[in-house]
């Protein structure tokens, strides 16, 4: 199993371009996620989804658009790409249900807003 | 506004210290609170987690302290190795909507374990 993977490692934009940053997961999990890191914030939440079809805003969701047409794939679109959108983002995904599931993260890709 | 609180921010001991890093919460809507580490260029992983039902949890050198009344948990390395030098996440699980593992995270500490 490859896990969650991302695509691209890294990507430089300039102000107002858009991009997709692409998330892919082989373990049949229904939730994932996308959380932003950034030094001294943490984690944040942007989008979240539950299934194919469903999908929900979190934290810091503004500036973002998310859409599951698979359980595997979960893209996040940069629409108008900020400074403030650089950032390291993350997605993960879980198993769904009141039980104690382990979240699993991808590699990370680096973005940069110039 | 900052749902879980983690502090130091940085932390710097010698092998074979204990280093000690503290969570403290307000909604007592979470009901699971895990710790992640994360090395350089890499996500997160789960190193341990616990349930507000248990007060304390240990996992070989790794203990998490879990306070419900002052809704305040704590990780513990024992016999501190330079190869734990990573950063460390404390988070706690929103289980407002049923089912959606979605994870509150606190700031993090970058920990530094000297040989």
């Known amino acids: 199993n490859a896990g969650v993977t991302q695509t691209p490692k890294f990507q430089v934009l300039k102000t107002g371009q858009s991009m997709t940053l692409q998330c892919a997961q082989d373990m049949n999990h229904e939730y994932m996620s996308w959380y932003r890191q950034d030094p001294g914030m943490g984690l944040r939440l942007i989008h979240y989804?539950?299934?194919?079809?469903?999908?929900d805003q979190g934290e810091v969701p503004n500036g973002y658009n998310v859409s599951r047409s698979t359980t595997e794939d979960f893209p996040l679109r940069l629409l108008s790409a900020a400074p403030s959108q650089t950032s390291v983002y993350f997605c993960a995904s879980s198993r769904l249900g009141r039980g104690t599931y382990e979240q699993y993260f991808g590699p990370g890709t680096r973005l940069t807003v110039t | 506004q900052q749902q879980v609180k983690q502090s130091p921010q940085s932390l710097i001991v010698q092998k074979g210290g204990i280093p000690i890093i503290n969570c403290a919460y307000e909604n007592t809507a979470f009901d699971y609170f895990p710790w992640y580490q994360q090395f350089p260029g890499k996500g997160p992983a789960l190193l341990i987690a616990i349930r507000p039902d248990v007060s304390e949890k240990k996992e070989g050198r790794f203990t998490i302290s879990f306070n419900k009344s002052a809704k305040q948990f704590s990780l513990h390395i024992m016999d501190s190795q330079p190869g734990d030098s990573a950063t460390y996440f404390c988070a706690a699980r929103d289980m407002s909507i049923q089912g959606a593992q979605k994870l509150v995270f606190g700031q993090g500490t970058r920990l530094t374990i000297n040989p």
């Open positions: 989804s539950v299934g194919a079809g469903i999908t």
